[in-house]
């Protein structure tokens, strides 16, 4: 599948919503009045918009029992978020702006009180939706007491309180076609798909088939931590998948001072732009921020390089811009210090995470004067532990670069506590970004954790 055109364009700014909103930790109570969550997070859409994003990537919308990922009605917005007209509200708002929307779809698991599981809970293999979760039903009505033994069924890695369900069931994947298309046709552009690697990638397909014909711009990403993302994407029909690996490469690279690791991750991405454009990241609400991944802090910019230099559809999550810190602990509630709630308003950011808020924006400002960086594959030119000169292109030769800045961008980046002078083209004299000097005679000199952005040339 080729992705919509206006992905090309994307960046994203990544929110948990529940977090950002300070919502309650567990579900309202029946009849409680809703309390409109989204609401604010309309206040930071021009906050968005000055960062240099040009779309909003939503965590879990939809009613559940606690975090979002347990999902219990599909169809109605979690009341601690607010309803049906609070998200039309924000849908307003974004596309007033020109920010796409996407949403995030836990179509692998439910929440225990999703109804369909109830239902089949309470009338036995005879239910009608008997067949849409994997139950072992007690032999000959064995009991407990005197009440039925509930059955036994498969869950999402150990979580029994989120209910795996069965992805076998052609009415499961009739289902999951109709909630994503009941959400675009209230306005959002395309979804992220949670744990899209425990799902067969023949249930994507199946359930694309039927949504693809109505919204022919949607986009579709996958939630993929290891195994073969191109041949995933591909049988799976989905526009994209979440890149782990440059992840994982672009701060271990930099705590480990091995950038070895990161020359060969990049490589490894330069095969998956063949088959698709992945979700690049260095941050979302799943893993320790980068700000606190990072041994050392003065590397930070380095990371964030990488991200805006490589060829994939980048995502910000909400607070790296701001170097929040953050680490996801093991535990229940480990992932509270990462999804933490967020001002009022953007004039109530403490001045210390500016710094990193204008060099998000300045990279991203790099990045949208080179659209083809989207595409763009990398070419690692000179590389030791603690250095790395590598140039990004763009993948087909015929591209008309609109800026007038020149044909590739040459990264330099020394992670040393020294200074170091490093070859790079000679042409590449032109200083875009970063603190290096160069001398137009192939040779640019970067201070200690220095880095510098360099025109190719024409």
Same mark, same amino acid.
């Given at each position: ?5 206006? $992905? ?21 109570? @029946? ?10 997070? &309309? ?17 879990? $919308? ?14 109605? &917005? ?33 929440? !225990?009180?999703?109804?369909? =599981? ?20 007690? /032999? ?16 999402? *890695? ?39 690697? @425990? ?25 993929? &931590?290891?195994? +073969?993302?191109?041949? /995933? ?33 990049? *490589? ?39 991200? =805006? ?6 995502? $910000?999550?909400?607070? +790296? ?10 535990? *229940? ?5 990462? !999804?933490?709630? =967020? ?23 790099? !990045? ?54 490093? /070859? ?18 192939? !040779? ?15």
């Amino acid at each position: 599948m080729a992705e919509p055109t206006w $992905v090309r364009h994307a960046v994203w700014w990544h929110i948990y919503p529940l977090g950002f909103a300070g919502a309650p930790k567990q579900a309202l109570p @029946a009849g409680a009045a809703p309390e409109h969550g989204l609401q604010k997070l &309309i206040p930071w859409l021009d906050y968005a918009l000055e960062l240099g994003a040009s779309g909003i990537a939503l965590g879990p $919308v939809f009613a559940s029992e606690t975090h979002g990922y347990d999902t219990t009605d599909y169809f109605s &917005i979690d009341p601690r978020l607010g309803g049906d007209a609070d998200f039309d509200d924000f849908i307003r708002e974004a596309h007033a702006r020109g920010l796409r929307v996407l949403l995030d779809g836990v179509f692998n698991h439910a929440g !225990r009180s999703f109804q369909p =599981f109830k239902d089949a809970l309470a009338h036995g293999p005879s239910s009608p939706t008997a067949q849409w979760f994997k139950f072992s039903w007690p /032999e000959h009505g064995t009991v407990t007491g005197s009440e039925p033994a509930e059955p036994d069924y498969a869950d999402f *890695e150990g979580h029994h309180h989120l209910v795996a369900l069965n992805h076998d069931e052609p009415r499961v994947a009739r289902f999951v076609a109709d909630v994503m298309k009941h959400w675009l046709g209230r306005g959002a552009d395309g979804w992220r798909l949670d744990a899209a690697y @425990a799902v067969p990638s023949g249930f994507w397909a199946s359930v694309l088939a039927a949504v693809r014909p109505d919204y022919p711009e949607a986009y579709f990403v996958g939630e993929y &931590i290891h195994g +073969d993302y191109p041949a /995933e994407v591909t049988a799976g029909t989905l526009d994209s998948a979440t890149q782990y690996e440059l992840w994982k490469a672009a701060w271990s690279s930099l705590n480990d001072a091995n950038f070895y690791e990161l020359a060969s991750a990049l *490589e490894r991405h330069n095969s998956f732009l063949d088959a698709f454009v992945p979700l690049t990241f260095v941050g979302n609400h799943d893993v320790t921020r980068i700000a606190s991944q990072l041994k050392d802090p003065q590397l930070l910019p380095h990371a964030l390089v990488v991200l =805006f230099t490589v060829g994939g559809t980048p995502s $910000v999550y909400y607070g +790296d811009e701001q170097a929040y810190r953050g680490v996801k602990e093991d535990r *229940e509630g480990g992932d509270d210090d990462v !999804r933490p709630a =967020f001002p009022e308003s953007p004039r109530d950011l403490s001045p210390l995470g500016q710094d990193v808020y204008r060099l998000h924006q300045q990279l991203i400002g790099v !990045r949208r004067r080179h659209g083809w960086l989207h595409s763009a594959r990398t070419r690692v030119l000179s590389l030791t532990n603690e250095h790395l000169v590598y140039e990004a292109s763009p993948h087909d030769p015929a591209v008309e670069n609109e800026s007038g800045e020149g044909r590739g961008i040459v990264v330099a980046l020394n992670q040393a506590d020294r200074a170091a002078e490093l /070859e790079v083209p000679a042409p590449a004299s032109v200083l875009l970004a970063g603190n290096g000097t160069v001398d137009g005679n192939g !040779r640019i000199s970067l201070p200690p954790r220095g880095w510098a952005l360099l025109s190719a040339g024409s």
